[in-house]
């Protein structure tokens, strides 16, 4: 049972945009930043959002973040079968003083 | 560009301790950050294992913190991971990563599978 509550699976047509959500308490996203991961097919997590809404050099403004309250989410638009991954939020528990993420989200393009 | 490689051995026997290393290539430990372990069972999650500063101060998950202990050491820019009292369902591929205090994870290993079976 994560801390972080995300949706088994999502799916869109290419071209198409999706919305990931990510839930949690006031005791992590409320007060703490977000960020958000792509996972490929056999590969290692990669870093997507970071600080709820900002994207590393060479993350195509596709992605967006965004956080309201102790929500945040990720979306996607245009979609393209090389999106079709596995997507994880993170953020920091203050209660926990542990680094806490969600169960994941597979995207299926179709 | 930060570049960093998970070694250690694949198999480990139940009950025993997995010790894993992280070596960094392209920045320098001392320079800062934070240094950290994260890792997957097959089909599942990621889970957050430790993560360490240049100093020597570390955060460890509240649920493995009894069994790990996360170091560094500055003179070969690398960090180490010990898990003691194996089992099966420490199975997992285990992956270092940077860590921005309190934020994000923005450089990862390729990371490393690690069985646990006798």
């Known amino acids: 049972q994560s801390v972080l509550t995300q949706p088994p699976s999502v799916s869109a047509a290419p071209g198409q945009k999706v919305t990931i959500s990510c839930s949690g308490s006031?005791?992590?996203?409320?007060?703490?930043?977000v960020s958000w991961y792509q996972q490929l097919p056999g590969t290692a997590p990669k870093l997507l959002i970071y600080?709820?809404?900002k994207r590393p050099s060479g993350i195509p403004d596709r992605f967006s973040g965004s956080k309201s309250g102790t929500s945040a989410s990720l979306g996607i638009t245009g979609l393209q079968t090389g999106d079709e991954a596995d997507y994880y939020c993170g953020t920091w528990d203050s209660s926990l003083s542990a680094v806490v993420f969600g169960g994941g989200t597979k995207l299926t393009v179709l | 560009q930060v570049q960093l490689q998970e070694s250690g051995p694949g198999l480990v026997k139940p009950s025993e301790t997995l010790s894993l290393t992280c070596a960094v290539s392209g920045y320098s430990i001392s320079s800062g950050y934070y240094w950290g372990w994260i890792r997957q069972p097959p089909g599942k999650g990621l889970e957050w294992i430790g993560t360490i500063y240049h100093s020597g101060s570390a955060y460890y998950s509240p649920s493995l913190t009894s069994r790990v202990t996360i170091s560094v050491d500055t003179s070969k820019n690398q960090f180490s991971l010990k898990l003691s009292s194996v089992t099966a369902a420490d199975t997992a591929v285990y992956y270092c990563?940077?860590?921005?205090?309190?934020?994000?994870?923005?450089?990862w290993g390729q990371g490393t599978l690690v069985t646990v079976s006798s």
């Open positions: 990563a940077r860590w921005w205090e309190l934020s994000y994870f923005d450089y």
């Open positions: 006031s005791f992590n996203i409320g007060n703490n930043f």
């Open positions: 600080d709820n809404n």
